[in-house]
Each structure stands twice: as structure tokens, then as C-alpha cells.
């Protein structure tokens, strides 16, 4: 018979997001919380909200986060009595758990010998084939044959240490970036190549396993949707399977948790062929990001029941509770879709989104399903937000980009998706980019809504998901000059006469690069703006514009940030737009060599790939950046000679900073 063990104070072994969900729990459940830090998340809110926080000096992954000896060292110091993991860092590391162990502690998560089992994806790939479930084999030695493949990482996930080859000859630097990028992120520079299937379906199975033999299959998930081959939209239960391939997806889940001894939380995750056969892709021996959608539709908390069953209780039942409804997740990331996926830093000034609670209660509207706190209630807006960060919260290169998860669940997809495109539409975002518009015009999506899924549809789609809208952006920039005229004023906005006036001129610059000029008037007939004709002018605040077009009135609420190069956020309940005022003049002293190679973020020179006096061509790979740990490359911007390269691996750069220049070639 298993001991019970019960946790009074329990330590996440994690940042942001993820501990502060855990912390929920905990607060519910009566367990005191102990938070770990690296030096730039001191102030962040998940340390704020525990109950006691130790500090890993440093800033890297390598030095804090990933240090398992400091982790249990603080958590001893703390007096915690448990450890939760989280995802990401240590999470899937049997050595770290049986760290936790030796040290006398609770360990919430599986069996150091399951994470063995599954912690390396090729092992566990042998494994399943044996207990005969279908994999997708790892490559030897590829050859033109197989092409394209996938490198993966053998110990991890979330798109680190990934790359899709299409050439042999890619594919020993591939390999060797892999390797390097697998390192920093999990500790294990193992890799291995399988076939890319370009058009599969990612869809995976939510397990819970307890110590007295009983394996939940909790639904299944799907999570097709990804760029640089990490999740951006889940939803559950994945759409459009038929029954005998639900089935047959639950029951390999299952099997493959009890040929391992599996305890605890832990996901199987699937690749769905075009042609409707289902490979085992791997196992992730720990809690997912989007486990908040299996919540939704079966009003279970799946943090409770991994402290339940890491306490020796058994799980409430033999069977799970059936689903309810449907749930989507949406991953915001501080990134720019456009400009192929760049993160952004800096601050985040406001963080709002409307009718949201950070909990649903229940699966569905009123069943009250499960322990505890996982979709809303008749009387909720059916809208969850989990995030790692707050208004005024700093946006650092050292960690991953998700700023947070918005969840919506309804009584159908249908409806799930339009409550999270709203959501979403209408949230106030200030500060660093994201991929907010992409996602909400991925939801509304004619491809999407009919459940035509694919792991390459945010590629397939790119055109549409992240052109320009060039409209709502002049739009945005006339309410945003009439808002600073009338934050200038002292009783009406500047440019008011009683007489026709000369015009006034504003230039702003919209996230894509492309500059608008607002030329306005007051006259006594109302407002003139000589690009916008048929624009009257409503009302005008420091905040809030209101403008009509024919017989339609709009509200947009108007943010400013900043001194001489202000940031300007104009909101309307259909979407948002991020501007930045420019001088009426351009300053001549502002221009920039057109060969100069200024770093696109904050981070880290990993590699250079070129030499001074080299020939290159436009776009070819100059060196590899490290930021939000994802490697990004600096390409050459034409065809020329590399005069000056300045970048030297392992240095910081800002964002601006001179990298290297091409002194390019005379047509």
C-alpha cells in the first residue's frame, strides 16, 4: 500500500507563468509556497506572490533555472517540504528528480525511472515500437530519400533544438545548432533526425496516472497550429477525429503510461498523417502550457491532481469526467509575426484584457465537474488569463517570449473561437510587439473554423495572417494626433481657429516600418483632415477620439508613453495599433549606412559565419543570435563585401547595436 505523504510548503522549481498557476492551487489547497529567482526576475509577480522566495544568482538559464543543486539546496533552506516543476527547465530531467528525492522531499511528478524512460525521445521511441505503437522512426543516416527530415532534441521540447532540413548538404550545421540550442535549453546536447511531415496533424492525449493503478486518458488536445515548431493555438478536444481514432489515440496513451509504471501528470503526443494513420511523436513526462483547455472541458485542476496523487491519494474514480463544450488557448508572445517571429523586449506598460477571471469553475457553465477550479461559470465570461507578467512588468531576452495564455470555452468550437478573437481584438497590449493580430485573424479564419488543421497552416496562411492594415493604421494615426492636440491644449485641440487655418502636421510610424503624415484643421464647420475627407470629428480628449465616418461613430482610446519618441497605442474594440510619433523633420544625422548590420534585438552572439573580406549575397546567414532562448540569424542585407564584422561570439548586444557592414556591390 503507498504511503501518504501530506505537502505543507511546496517550492516551484519555475518562473512566471507556470508558478503562479501552481501558486493558485496551493493558495486553495492551504499549502504554503516557496518561489526561486534568477537576478532579472526578482521583482516579477510570481515571486511577489509567494509566501517566500530564494534568489539564484545570475541571469542565464544555465546558471539559475537549471541548476538542480541550487533548487533543492533552496528549497531545504526554505523549509519547503515538496517540490512542483513546472515545464520547461528541469521538468523532464530524471536526474533532478531523484535529487529531490534523495533529499527527502516530495517530488510532484513522475518516477525518476518513467522521465528516464521517456526523457530521452529516441529511447522512448524504441520502447513504444516494442509495446507495438506506431512511431515515426529516428534516421540513422538520412539520405536525399528522406529529405525533408526533422532534427530534434532528444530531451526537451517547445520548439528548442528543432530544425526542418531540405538539403543534405544543411544538414551537418543544422545538426550542429541543434546541438548547441538543445544544450542551453535542457542540458543534453543528444539529437536525432525523423521524417517531417509537413501537413500532419499534432494532436496529443492528456494523461493522469495514480500510484494504485489507475491511468486517465483525460481527453486528447490539439495543438496543430505552431511556428518555429512550438505551440501558439491549442484547443480540446481536437476537432474532426473520428471515434476509432480517438480511441485507438487513447488507448496507445495508455498503454504507453502503464508499460513505463507512469504516475502522475504527463502527455502523448500524436503526428495524424494526411492519410489518417497516427504515429507517437513522444511523451512529456510533466504538466503541459496548454493543459488549461483539458480544464475547461472537464472541470478538473490538474495541479491539484498531481499534488493529490504526489500525496499517495488515489484518483476520484476509474474513468475521468467526460468533456464538456470546447476550450481554445492562445499563446501571446512578445514577438513579431511579420518579421519572422522576432522577439521584442522592453517594458510592458499595460496588460488588460476585459471579463477575465483567472480560474474557470467548472466544465462548463454550472456542473461544477472535478476538484476544483478548472470553464466558467452561467454567471462568467467563460475567459481565462494566465500570465506570467503585469502591467509595468520588463520584457527581458533571457527567457522565453509568452507573455501569457488567454483560454475561451463555449458549448462549441464555433463559438469558442469568436469568444477568443474578441478576447483578444479588444485587449489593451502596450509595450513590446506580439503576435496578437495573427492570432486573432488566425480564430476568425474561414480554414481554421472549419477545422482544416495542419502543423503548417500559420506558413501556409502567412500572407493573410500578417499583411498590413493599411487603413485601420491611418485611422489610427489621425486619432492619435488629435488626441495629442488635444493634450496640448488648454481648451480646445491645437489647430482650432475661428478662422480657416493652415494645416496641422503629424508623422508617425506604424510597427511594419511605413510612415503616416496626418495633415488636419478646425474650421467652424468642424474638422478638415485633408486625408481623411469624409472624417468628422465627434469629440477629442487626451484619451479618447471619437470620429464618424457617414453615419457610423467609432471610439479610439489613445495611450502615450515616453519623451521625444513617443509611443502611441490606439485601441478600438476591434483591434489595436502601436505607433511611434515622429519628429515633423527627419533628422539627417538618423540615416544609416544601407550595408550596416544593426542587431534586431537584445542578446547574445553564439556563432559567426563569415570573415572579414568575404563575398555574400543578400540573405545569406552573417551570424546567430541568442535571445528569448531561440537562436535567430543575421542575414546579409545585399550582395557585397563583408568590410567589418564587429559581432564576436559570446558578446551581449543591444537593441541597434552595430554588428557587422557590407559594403555592397555596384550595379
Not at 526537451?156 to 541543434?178: F, I, K, S, Y
Not at 470546447?326 to 511579420?338: F, Q
Not at 501569457?404 to 469568436?418: D, E, F, L
Amino acid at each position: 500500500m503507498t504511503s501518504k505523504t501530506p505537502i505543507t510548503n511546496l517550492l516551484v522549481a519555475n518562473r512566471g507563468e507556470i508558478a503562479r498557476r501552481v501558486f493558485r492551487t496551493c493558495r486553495e489547497l492551504g499549502i504554503a509556497t516557496t518561489a526561486v529567482h534568477s537576478d532579472p526576475d526578482a521583482a516579477a509577480p510570481h515571486v511577489r506572490e509567494a509566501d517566500a522566495a530564494v534568489r539564484l544568482p545570475g541571469a542565464a538559464p544555465a546558471d539559475t533555472y537549471l541548476r538542480g543543486e541550487l533548487i533543492v539546496r533552496a528549497a531545504l533552506a526554505a523549509g519547503a517540504d515538496a517540490v512542483h516543476p513546472g515545464y520547461g527547465f528541469l521538468s523532464e530531467s530524471a536526474e533532478f528528480a531523484r535529487a529531490v528525492l534523495d533529499a527527502g522531499l516530495v517530488w510532484v511528478g513522475p518516477p525518476p525511472a518513467a522521465i528516464a524512460a521517456m526523457g530521452s525521445k529516441t529511447a522512448a521511441k524504441r520502447l513504444m515500437a516494442e509495446a507495438g505503437v506506431p512511431v515515426l522512426g529516428a534516421l540513422a543516416e538520412p539520405t536525399e530519400a528522406d529529405l525533408p527530415v526533422l532534427v530534434k532534441a532528444a530531451a526537451g521540447g517547445g520548439g528548442r533544438g528543432m530544425r526542418v532540413v531540405r538539403r543534405l548538404a544543411d544538414l551537418p550545421g543544422e545538426l550542429a545548432a541543434a546541438r548547441a540550442e538543445a544544450a542551453k535549453a535542457f542540458g543534453s546536447d543528444e539529437v536525432f533526425c525523423e521524417r517531417y511531415l509537413p501537413t500532419g496533424r499534432h494532436v496529443e492525449v492528456q494523461l493522469l496516472a495514480d500510484a494504485h493503478g489507475t491511468v486517465w486518458a483525460v481527453g486528447d488536445r490539439d495543438c496543430s497550429l505552431q511556428r518555429r515548431h512550438q505551440k501558439v493555438v491549442e484547443e480540446a478536444p481536437a476537432p474532426g477525429l473520428p471515434a476509432d481514432v480517438r480511441a485507438e489515440l487513447h488507448t496507445a496513451a495508455v498503454n504507453a503510461a502503464r508499460a513505463i509504471g507512469y504516475v502522475g501528470a504527463g502527455t502523448a503526443e500524436f503526428l495524424l498523417a494526411e492519410d489518417g494513420r497516427c504515429y507517437f511523436l513522444e511523451m512529456n513526462t510533466r504538466l503541459q502550457v496548454e493543459h488549461p483547455v483539458t480544464e475547461a472541458v472537464t472541470g478538473l485542476d490538474l495541479v491539484a491532481l498531481q499534488l493529490a496523487v504526489a500525496e499517495g491519494e488515489e484518483l476520484p474514480g476509474p474513468t475521468p469526467p467526460p468533456t464538456t463544450g470546447h476550450a481554445i488557448e492562445a499563446r501571446l508572445y512578445a514577438e513579431d509575426p511579420a518579421k519572422d517571429w522576432q522577439p521584442a523586449t522592453g517594458t510592458l506598460h499595460l496588460l488588460e484584457l476585459a471579463h477575465h477571471h483567472q480560474e474557470f469553475t467548472g466544465a462548463g457553465p454550472g456542473t461544477g465537474a472535478g476538484p476544483g477550479t478548472g470553464a466558467g461559470t452561467a454567471a462568467g465570461s467563460g475567459l481565462r488569463l494566465d500570465s506570467g507578467v503585469e502591467s509595468g512588468s520588463e520584457i527581458t531576452p533571457h527567457y522565453d517570449a509568452m507573455l501569457a495564455k488567454v483560454i475561451a470555452w463555449a458549448p462549441t468550437r464555433a463559438a469558442a473561437a469568436r469568444k477568443l478573437a474578441d478576447a483578444l481584438a479588444r485587449a489593451r497590449i502596450h509595450g513590446p510587439s506580439t503576435n496578437r493580430e495573427l492570432l486573432v485573424r488566425a480564430l476568425r479564419h474561414p480554414a481554421f473554423l472549419a477545422a482544416r488543421l495542419h502543423t503548417g497552416f500559420l506558413t501556409e496562411h502567412a500572407a493573410e495572417l500578417t499583411a498590413p492594415d493599411t487603413k485601420g493604421v491611418g485611422r489610427a494615426a489621425l486619432a492619435a494626433a488629435l488626441a495629442d492636440a488635444a493634450a496640448r491644449a488648454t481648451a480646445l485641440p491645437s489647430g482650432w481657429r475661428n478662422l480657416p487655418s493652415q494645416a496641422q502636421v503629424k508623422r508617425y510610424r506604424a510597427a511594419d516600418g511605413t510612415e503616416s503624415e496626418v495633415r488636419y484643421r478646425h474650421t467652424r464647420a468642424g474638422l478638415l483632415a485633408e486625408d481623411h475627407p469624409d472624417v468628422e470629428l465627434v469629440e477629442a480628449t487626451a484619451e479618447l477620439v471619437v470620429l464618424r465616418e457617414g453615419e457610423v461613430r467609432r471610439p479610439y482610446r489613445v495611450a502615450r508613453y515616453g519623451g521625444r519618441a513617443q509611443q502611441v497605442y490606439v485601441d478600438t474594440p476591434t483591434g489595436s495599433t502601436a505607433l511611434t510619433a515622429l519628429p515633423r523633420f527627419p533628422d539627417p544625422t538618423a540615416q544609416t549606412d544601407p550595408g550596416a548590420l544593426l542587431a534586431p534585438m537584445p542578446g547574445t552572439v553564439l556563432r559567426t559565419n563569415a570573415a572579414v573580406g568575404d563575398a555574400v549575397t543578400a540573405g545569406q546567414p552573417l551570424l546567430v543570435l541568442e535571445a528569448m532562448k531561440m537562436e535567430h540569424r543575421v542575414t546579409a542585407p545585399a550582395d557585397g563585401i563583408l568590410v567589418e564584422l564587429l559581432a564576436t561570439p559570446g558578446r551581449q548586444v543591444e537593441l541597434g547595436t552595430l554588428l557587422a557592414v557590407v559594403q555592397t556591390t555596384e550595379a
